[in-house]
């Protein structure tokens, strides 16, 4: 295809300059036609120049490019980091957004995260641009060499101009467009990684056998205020952060958990950030002393006071434990609470059968609660619970994150001046880059005689 295009050229330069010796041989005194002549003799040995210099002109820029020590796959690799500064940011944005919806501060807040959010997509706009014309470059400069060679042939110089500067053109962006990333570098604010360094605390909260407690609520105490609720999962499992959560660099909450109507103290007492000291992620499992058995979410069996509990067995639709018991509180009472999804068939203490009906039902965050109890007489107690879990249920609360508003502000201040060094760095520097290599194509066009010179006939 080039072969083709460059005879096609030199076929219009051969035109040109045959067009040229006819007009200038023509037995007319009239000197603008001579000139005209003159002109045309000129311009197609300057295309014939151009077509048989060709592979030199594209080996000559591919040289310069190497001397200049810039590299098309170092240019595609600056502007891929750059998108992924920007999709971190969009990232942490999701992140901050997400906390928000728990806040009654999302009002606040949502216009200056609008505003972050138009600067990383204007940056982001801008480094398609840079990617689209880099390939275009790359893969079609060659050919828009030959289109302005081409139209620099045309006789009477109606294509010298735009022949001209697609030629400069071509040489100029092939050869500049990789320094881009240089010269943005010379001049650009420090762009690091969009990041929000936030404290992490996730774990299970267990029973005193070390099995999971489902579905139980987490309330966090600063002094005698609830300033955070949260929902274990299935699995027992509760994060602390990690887009719930923004917390403060220094905290310190008492902790308190509810199930089916009993509240309990844990261990630990308290949850805070020197459990993090130097690092973002850590665990905690919480422990809940008074708690004997949820049985996977089944049933709630709390410890009896001034009991111990050993051997706790929990099969399917069965709870086996040894109840020790102080001597001095006999008899002392056992107590069973199960949500409606759960049927307590009997219980079983040293091989006598209770049927443990209900003594009082309760509604616990939208669960109908029973409370059935049994009588303990014996210090020492092999007690089976036999049950028949018909569906599980998950309390209706609406769990309250924790939202530091001098993180969240912070937050916001850091993000505003990322977004504006993005705008600068990725919009200002590569449109002003842009538009001095098309100040030297200009240039460039005009060495090569695109401007041309006024014709008059007369």
Known sequence: MNDDMLLLAFSLAMLTYNLGILLYSLPIPIKSIKRWGSNLIVDAISSSILISCFTLITSLASKILNILGSDWSNYFMWVSSRVVLIFSGFSVLTYISGLLKYSYIVSLLSSPINVVLGYLSAALSALKVLVFL???????????????????????????????????????FYVGLPLMPAFVETFQSSIGSVSLESTEISGRVI?????????????????????????TNSQGR???GNGYDLLPKNFSY??????????????PENISSDLCVGKELCSLNISVPGLLTTAGGALLIPLPTGSNV?????????VNFTLVTNPDILPTELYIAYPKGTKINYVVVNEEVFSCQPITDFIWYDINVNLCSVLILSN???????YEKIFSEKPSVSE?????MSEVSSFIATMISIGMAFIYSLVFL????????LSISVSLARFLGGRGLPIRIF
């Open 134 to 172: 880099g390939s275009f470059i790359l893969n079609y400069y060659s050919y828009l060499m030959l289109l302005g060679v081409i139209l620099y042939s045309i006789p009477f110089r109606i294509g010298k101009s735009a022949g001209a500067y697609l030629i400069a053109m071509s040489i100029v």
């Open 207 to 231: 029973d005193l056998s070390g099995n999971a407690v489902p579905n139980a609520i987490i309330q966090l105490y600063e002094g005698d205020e609830v300033v955070g609720t949260i929902l």
């Open 238 to 240: 509760f994060v602390l």
């Open 254 to 267: 008492r902790i308190s958990l509810e199930l089916y109507g009993f509240t309990f103290i844990t261990s």
């Open 310 to 318: 050993y051997e706790v067995i929990v099969r399917d639709n069965e």
């Open 380 to 386: 020492v107690s092999n007690v089976r619970v036999i």
């Open 400 to 404: 309250r994150r924790i939202i530091s």
């Open 430 to 437: 590569p449109s002003l880059y842009l538009i001095l290599l």
